[in-house]
């Protein structure tokens, strides 16, 4: 029996007080690995700077026992064009074991002389991370990052290495769809593949990985950072059950509707637990499919601050139904508001937006086919 899984991170996404910024765990026997992803995007140069320096400290506590770690790491970050769109990563270990924990951290810009501050609560459960995430790292000019895409990429690099750890007795790991393909036999646990070569030539663009236990093989992705993981930061907890308006059905959204604001993040995960297509893997497609239909809808038809695009017409459409088969349009039309049409063969659904208002907020005319 082959088992193909598409495997991706556990993430607890964070609170806007930290903006753009997650937290990952891994849980193994020897404990805690712990992930924190900063967007290089989120980061702020003094101008005139050409690099500056942050610390980043967290204290771990148990809230059950209130046994509490520290950890404090220094790193410095260049202003690069190249780094547009990448994470800086920050990890920690933490032999830690199952229970409820308080993480605070606080992230500081030592250049600058600001910080931000971030509590943050997650619990670690009975069962280790049976596989963990395929990190993919990159080095260049000393700072080491995680992309966002496999190709192309900011050549030359120092290094690109591929780590990886699981708790499973797997009997091989393959890296192929590379000139010179890996396979680690029997590994204990964890592999570290050198692709420093590969990804100077630039040929990692069908990069495959695939592990085997028994007759099993799980399929995977490296891991590579995106824009969603930092969903919570760009979206409050009320936009998102409004967001979720569009795809829920009556009595779905009959309940999330009454929904305190301080159960809202457990409901939206449980929401989504329920309309996972692979549940038993970390990933939730639908739920990656929807975040990233929510900010190209922003991205496409916002037209001022006060009118998000997600919220316009065609963003409702955008996220309920996707990329149409077909787009016709007149902006000069004859004797006629400027208008829009998008067709979706598949569904046999056709929607018309106008343009009446003459400021580029196009309105659906024809309401009773979206329902």
Not at 234 to 251: E, F, G, H, M, V
Not at 335 to 352: A, G, H, M, N
Request: proline share 6%; with cysteine.
């Amino acid at each position: 029996m082959v088992k193909a899984a598409e495997l991706a991170l556990l993430l607890l996404l964070l609170a806007t007080l930290l903006p753009a910024q997650e937290i990952i765990f891994e849980h193994y026997g020897t404990g805690v690995d712990l992930w924190v992803l900063i967007p290089y995007n989120a980061l702020v140069f003094k101008s005139g700077v050409t690099e500056s320096n942050f610390q980043l400290v967290m204290e771990l506590k148990n809230t059950k026992t209130k046994k509490t770690l520290g950890f404090d790491r220094a790193f410095v970050v260049p202003k690069r064009y190249w780094l547009q769109d990448t994470a800086i990563p920050v990890t920690f270990s933490a032999e830690i074991g199952p229970g409820n924990y308080q993480a605070d951290l606080r992230l500081r810009n030592l250049t600058q002389g600001d910080k931000v501050d971030l509590r943050r609560n997650f619990t670690v459960g009975e069962n280790y991370t049976e596989i963990g995430q395929p990190y993919f790292l990159l080095r260049k000019e000393g700072v080491t990052f995680q992309p966002a895409i496999l190709h192309p990429l900011p050549v030359p690099l120092e290094s690109c290495v591929l780590a990886q750890k699981f708790s499973l007795a797997a009997d091989s790991v393959h890296i192929a769809g590379i000139a010179d393909p890996r396979v680690f036999t029997y590994p204990q646990g964890s592999y570290t593949a050198d692709l420093t070569a590969p990804a100077n030539a630039d040929s990692l663009a069908g990069l495959r990985l695939s592990l085997y236990e028994g007759n099993i093989r799980y399929d995977m992705a490296p891991f590579l950072y995106s824009q969603w993981f930092y969903y919570n930061a760009r979206y409050s907890y009320k936009d998102q059950i409004q967001q979720l308006r569009y795809i829920a059905t009556q009595n779905e959204w009959k309940s999330l509707r009454a929904v305190p604001a301080e159960n809202m993040p457990e409901v939206i995960d449980r929401f989504w637990q329920v309309h996972d297509p692979s549940p038993g893997t970390l990933r939730n497609e639908a739920r990656e499919a929807f975040y990233q239909r929510v900010m190209t809808a922003d991205e496409r038809f916002t037209i001022h601050k006060k009118l998000q695009g997600w919220k316009s017409d065609r963003g409702r459409i955008y996220i309920k139904y996707g990329e149409p088969d077909e787009t016709h349009s007149e902006v000069h039309p004859l004797d006629l508001y400027p208008y829009i049409i998008w067709t979706y063969y598949s569904q046999k659904l056709e929607f018309i937006f106008a343009d009446t208002g003459g400021f580029g907020q196009y309105r659906l005319r024809n309401k009773d086919e979206e329902y």
